[in-house]
């Protein structure tokens, strides 16, 4: 991997992101009007508001960058732009990692505004600084551009890369902690939510809530994430195809 086209290759999605208005809005906006509805459902019982909201801050980021990187990335390959590239002295590694800096900088932008948005508009309450919230739902947006890229490469068409959504975001949303505590999961269940890395990220949001100052087992679970998008990113780029039959 080359420093210097990791930068150019970064610089070319970015700016093909930034003309892409719809997918703009859908990464800015979609966290707000999902935000306000999560706030109009609890609005009488704050608590529950405060503790799903929370949450929330990092499965949008999750669920909205897995789907907008993996179609992104099918594109590149049936269009032949990925042919094309590969012609160059770019290289998969080049092009994986660009994908999760350029998108790893959308959700940094998403993460700042929907966390300013629960906080301010929606008062939003946490012991730990509004900082590590932004930080860790950053982190999950990277994590959905990471398993989005990987899940990509096993995708023949858009529908295709759709299909995995419900396949491999779904089943760590139902086992996060969401809605029951993992602890208080049937055995097998709470075996399987072990292994998912949202799980990780949602008790990493909860060690915020509940703590003013980072803990071990927030520093543990931000690890953790961090280290399944370079393993998901790495794995990306060995499966990558350069077009799609």
């Excluded at 508001?49 to 897995?66: C, D, E, N, Y």
């Excluded at 946490?126 to 950053?138: D, H, K, L, P, S």
């Excluded at 543990?220 to 961090?226: S, Y």
Aim: hydrophobic share 55%; proline share 4%; glycine share 8%.
């Amino acid at each position: 991997m080359s420093g210097q086209i990791l930068v150019s290759t970064t610089g070319r999605i970015l700016r093909q992101l930034r003309h892409d208005r719809p997918t703009i809005a859908l990464v800015l906006l979609m966290p707000l009007l999902l935000l306000t509805l999560v706030y109009f459902m609890f609005e009488e019982q704050e608590p529950m508001f405060h503790r799903v909201a929370l949450i929330m801050l990092g499965i949008f980021p999750f669920v909205i960058m897995f789907l907008i990187t993996s179609i992104a990335m099918l594109r590149e390959r049936t269009s032949g732009t990925l042919e094309r590239l590969f012609t160059t002295p770019v290289g998969k590694l080049d092009l994986l990692f660009g994908y999760g800096i350029a998108f790893g900088l959308a959700a940094a932008v998403q993460g700042i505004v929907a966390t300013t948005f629960a906080f301010w508009l929606f008062d939003l309450d946490t012991a730990g600084n509004m900082a590590w919230v932004v930080v860790i739902a950053v982190a999950n947006a990277m994590l959905g551009v990471s398993l989005g890229l990987l899940c990509s490469a096993f995708a023949r068409t858009e529908f295709q890369a759709v299909q995995f959504l419900p396949l491999v975001a779904v089943p760590q949303i139902l086992l996060c902690g969401l809605f029951v505590p993992r602890e208080d999961m049937a055995g097998w269940l709470e075996a399987i939510s072990n292994v998912l890395p949202l799980s990780y990220s949602v008790e990493a949001l909860m060690e915020v809530g509940a703590n003013v100052d980072p803990t071990d087992t927030m520093w543990r679970d931000f690890g953790i994430v961090v280290g399944v998008v370079v393993v998901a990113l790495a794995l990306g780029a060995a499966t990558l195809r350069r077009q799609t039959p």
